[in-house]
C-alpha cells in the first residue's frame, strides 16, 4: 500500500477548490443556477460589456468556466484546463481592468487568482489522484499542454482585441452624437 502524498492531497484540494468555483461560475451563466443569467442574460451582459456576438461570447465564457473548471476537479487533460482555465480569466480580467486590482473597487484581482492557479495547475499536473494519473497520463502530456496554451492564449487575446475594438467605436458614435446634438443646441 502506497502512503498518501501530501503534495498530492493538496493539489487535489485546489483542483477541487478553484474547479468548483469555476464550475459554479460557468453554470451560473450556462443555465442560470446559483442565481446566474442564464445564457440569454448572460448574452445580454456580454453585449453591453463589449464581447460580441454575445450569445457566442457567454457561451464560450460558460463553458470555459464550467468545463475548464470540471476538467480541473477530475484532473483530466490538466495542462489543457489550465490553459482553457486562464484563457477564460484573461477576458474576465480585460473586463475588470478599469477597476485596479483588488476585487472591493470592481478590479481583476479574483479572475487573476482563479487563472493563475489554473495555469499553475496546469503547469504542475493534477497529482497522483486524477484521472490524469488513472489513464496513464495519456491527456496531459507537455505538448498538449503547450498547444491548448497557445491556443488558448491566441484566443484570449483575440477577444480582448475585439473587445476594445467594440468599445473604441461606441465611444466614437456617443461622441459623434454628442456633438451633434451640440451643433443643433438641443445638448
Not at 42 to 62: I, N, Q
Not at 114 to 142: F, K, N, P
Not at 165 to 172: F, G, K, L
Not at 173 to 186: C, I, P, V
Request: glycine residues 18%; aromatic residues 6%; hydrophobic residues 45%.
Amino acid at each position: 500500500m502506497t502512503c498518501l502524498s501530501r503534495k498530492d492531497l493538496g493539489l487535489l484540494a485546489l483542483r477541487a477548490a478553484v474547479g468548483g468555483v469555476l464550475i459554479a461560475h460557468g453554470t451560473q451563466k450556462l443555465f442560470g443556477w446559483f442565481g446566474g443569467g442564464g445564457l440569454e442574460g448572460t448574452a445580454k451582459a456580454m453585449e453591453h460589456m463589449g464581447f460580441e456576438p454575445g450569445r457566442r461570447s457567454a457561451l464560450a465564457a460558460g463553458l470555459g468556466e464550467a468545463g475548464g473548471g470540471a476538467l480541473l476537479v477530475a484532473g483530466l487533460a490538466t495542462p489543457a484546463a489550465g490553459s482553457i482555465v486562464a484563457g477564460t480569466m484573461a477576458g474576465a480580467i480585460s473586463v475588470h481592468a478599469p477597476g485596479g486590482f483588488f476585487t472591493t473597487a470592481g478590479g481583476y484581482e479574483y479572475p487573476a487568482l482563479l487563472g493563475a492557479c489554473g495555469l499553475a495547475l496546469g503547469l504542475s499536473g493534477a497529482g497522483r489522484y486524477s484521472l490524469d494519473h488513472a489513464t496513464g497520463h495519456v491527456l496531459d502530456r507537455a505538448s498538449v499542454g503547450l498547444l491548448a496554451f497557445a491556443a488558448s492564449s491566441l484566443g484570449a487575446a483575440s477577444v480582448v482585441a475585439r473587445r476594445q475594438d467594440v468599445i473604441r467605436r461606441r465611444e466614437a458614435r456617443a461622441a459623434d452624437e454628442a456633438a451633434q446634438l451640440e451643433g443643433t443646441g438641443l445638448s
